[in-house]
T-cell receptor, first 114, second 113 residues
Framework: DAGVTQSPTHLIKTRGQQVTLRCSPK?????VSWYQQALGQGPQFIFQ???????QRGNFPDRFSGHQFPNYSSELNVNALLLGDSALYLC?????????????FGPGTRLTVL | KQEVTQIPAALSVPEGENLVLNCSFT??????LQWFRQDPGKGLTSLLL?????REQTSGRLNASLDKSSGRSTLYIAASQPGDSATYLC????????????FGQGTTLQVKP
């Protein structure tokens, strides 16, 4: 049973560029959430997708956008990159109607903005 | 606004010690609380999930407790081993079961051989 997978593992971009990160949820899961984790901090919620729609959003600017596909996989897009966007981006999946809504995380994508 | 705090930020213990990690939250109206482990530069591994109706959960050498009324959870690690060295994060899911986790900043544990 494959867990949550993310690609790429590492990414280096320059300020002003755009980036796309990808996530495949754990088998049987239909909900994907994205988090940003700055060095030495706990993860911060970006947004959540279910049924191909953004269901809820954290305190992040519109430069951060996403998409969910019919197979439940998801993309995170960040436009006009800033130095402060350098972080570990984590994807979590869950089953929306699950009894306890346990979240399972992927290995993350390390984004460095120069 | 829910806030989660973990104390201490870092902890160093000799191998074999029993230890307790603390997590506190400001809003007691939570749906569940999860403890995670994170190795340097890696993703999060779920250790234990406690639903709001539960008082504790156990998995091997790990035991997590939840006291909603006081806004506290503890993670107890028995007979610590060097392989337990990692950052431990707690996260709460609000009462509406949205799956939006609010995390603490973590406790970095070092277990010395």
């Amino acid at each position: 049973d494959a867990g949550v997978t993310q690609s790429p593992t590492h990414l280096i971009k320059t300020r002003g560029q755009q980036v796309t990160l990808r996530c495949s949820p754990k088998s049987g899961h239909d909900t994907v959430s994205w988090y940003q984790q700055a060095l030495g901090q706990g993860p911060q919620f970006i947004f959540q997708y279910y049924e191909e729609e953004e269901r809820q959003r954290g305190n992040f600017p519109d430069r951060f956008s996403g998409h969910q596909f019919p197979n439940y996989s998801s993309e995170l897009n960040v436009n006009a990159l800033l130095l402060g966007d350098s972080a570990l981006y984590l994807c979590a999946s869950s089953f929306f109607q699950g009894r306890n809504n346990e979240q399972f995380f992927g290995p993350g994508t390390r984004l460095t903005v120069l | 606004k829910q806030e989660v705090t973990q104390i201490p930020a870092a902890l160093s213990v000799p191998e074999g010690e029993n230890l307790v990690l603390n997590c506190s939250f400001t809003d007691s109206a939570i749906y569940n609380l999860q403890w995670f482990r994170q190795d340097p530069g890696k993703g999060l591994t779920s250790l234990l999930l406690i639903q709001s109706s539960q008082r504790e959960q156990t998995s091997g050498r790990l035991n997590a407790s939840l006291d909603k009324s006081s806004g506290r959870s503890t993670l107890y690690i028995a007979a610590s081993q060097p392989g337990d060295s990692a950052t431990y994060l707690c996260a709460v899911d609000g009462s509406s079961n949205t799956g939006k986790l609010i995390f603490g900043q973590g406790t970095t544990l070092q277990v010395k051989p």
